[in-house]
Structure formats: C-alpha cells, structure tokens
C-alpha cells in the first residue's frame, strides 16, 4: 500500500492519534483517554474497513473509554474517602496541582496535589499524620492513572483487532 492511499492515510493518523493518546495517559499534557478514542472514531468514519468492524470497534472503545472515565473517579475517590481524607483536603490538592502543572510542566500537578494534601493534613492532623494522608492520595492518583493507561490501551489493542479484521 501506498501512503497516498486514502484508506492507508486515515490508518496511520489514526494510529498516531491513538499512540499519542496512550503516552497522553502517562505525560498528563493531552487528554490521553480522550485522544485515544478519538483516534477510533476517525478510523470508524473515514476508513475503508467493512463497516460493520468499524462501528463494532467504536462501539466497544466507547464503553471502555465511557468506563474508564467513570472509573478513574470512582474508584480512587472512594478509597480516599474510605481512608478518612476530607473532600475539602482533596481539593486544594486539586488547585494546588493546577497551580503546579503551570510552574513545574508534567510532574507539576501531582506534585503540586501531594504538596496540597499534605498541607491540609498537616494543618488538621499535624506534621507526624500528615505524610500516611499524602501517601493514601498518592497512591489514589497513581489508581486513576492506572485505570486510564489500562482503559487507553485496551482500546488501542480493540482496534488493531478492528484493523487487522477490518
């Protein structure tokens, strides 16, 4: 196949959009679960695959990214609230990794989210109870991280099948 091929060009942009939706998870600059999908439904409107593997793959990488994106809210909120971390510590945590990710570009927001956490934990526990806080939503953002990088990748793996049997 040619790249001047039509149906080969929205392959491959298609596949970029989706590799970088999946590095996009990792380096929180893009919308990585966002992009990824995205990068299907290109494929599943502009490309010459049958059609009924087109719109199978956007179907099935709709639910997973629909999914995912629940998911990586759910899941680590509910732990942090199991764990006794207050909504109000969790979301100058919130600002704080806003505020960090303009200062300091990619680690910024969750260092700026850990740093939060413990000042509001040092603030309502003190210093010594603080760092158990910090480490709970640490690891709550390291869960939602996860659940996207698996969500972006399942999608990713869905539609090399959707192109392969396309």
């Known amino acids: 196949m040619e790249l001047s091929d039509s149906g080969t060009a929205v392959n491959v942009i298609a596949g970029v959009l989706i590799a ?3 590095i ?3 380096l929180p600059v893009i919308p990585g679960l966002l992009l990824t999908w995205s990068g299907v439904l ?8 049958a059609p009924g593997a087109r719109w199978t793959v956007l179907a ?8 995912g994106m629940i998911a ?3 899941w680590p909120g509910r732990k942090l609230k199991d764990s006794g971390v207050p909504a109000s510590t969790l979301m100058v945590g919130g600002l704080v990794g806003l ?4 200062v300091v570009p990619v680690v910024g927001l969750v260092l700026g989210f850990l740093l939060g956490v413990w000042a509001m934990e040092a603030g ?5 109870q603080a760092w158990p806080s910090a480490r709970r ?26 192109l392969i049997l396309g």
């Open 20 to 22: 970088a939706g999946v």
């Open 24 to 26: 996009g998870v990792i």
């Open 42 to 49: 290109l494929w599943a409107f502009l490309s010459d695959a």
């Open 60 to 67: 099935l990488a709709t639910v997973i990214a629909g999914a």
């Open 72 to 74: 990586k809210f759910v």
């Open 99 to 102: 505020v960090g990710f303009f």
């Open 124 to 128: 309502r526990l003190g210093g010594d």
């Open 137 to 162: 939503a640490l690891a709550a953002v390291g869960l939602s991280l996860l659940v996207e990088f698996a969500a972006s990748l399942a999608i990713a793996v869905i539609w090399v099948f959707g």
